[in-house]
Nanobody, 127 residues
Framework: QVQLVESGGGLVQAGGSLRLSCAASGRTSSVNVAAWFRQAPGKERTFVGGISTSGSSTLYADSVKGRFTISRDNAQNTVYLQMNSLKPEDTAVYYC????????????????????WGQGTQVTVSS
């Protein structure tokens, strides 16, 4: 089992920045891809971005490309989501997720691919 715990959410004004963290514990060797998803009230959960084990491969949703950056510190078993130029439409609960990809550097956009999920952290962007 792998446990994921997010932190760093909060309230920020439009144009501001936040950095989310996702700390992994347990059998971390059983996963290699980590990603962030988000779910706004009344909407489906959507893919935000993902990162491969080495960090050499990243993938982003078009809506956040150029504004959000994913990184990881494998020594600390932590994945980060740096969010800049935040917009009110970025308001959502953000979830960290992880799974074991059998394809090198392949990052799935599908939530059903992910075996482990955090509890989520709320991000609210005011206009």
């Amino acid at each position: 089992q792998v446990q994921l715990v997010e932190s760093g959410g909060g309230l920020v004004q439009a144009g501001g920045s936040l950095r989310l963290s996702c700390a992994a514990s347990g059998r971390t060797s059983s996963v290699n891809v980590a990603a962030w998803f988000r779910q706004a009230p009344g909407k489906e959960r959507t893919f935000v971005g993902g990162i491969s084990t080495s960090g050499s491969s990243t993938l982003y949703a078009d809506s956040v490309k150029g504004r959000f950056t994913i990184s990881r510190d494998n020594a600390q078993n932590t994945v980060y989501l740096q969010m800049n130029s935040l917009k009110p439409e970025d308001t959502a609960v953000y979830y960290c997720a992880a799974y074991k990809s059998s394809l090198a550097n392949f990052i799935s956009r599908r939530g059903s691919s992910y075996d482990y999920w955090g509890q989520g952290t709320q991000v609210t962007v005011s206009s």
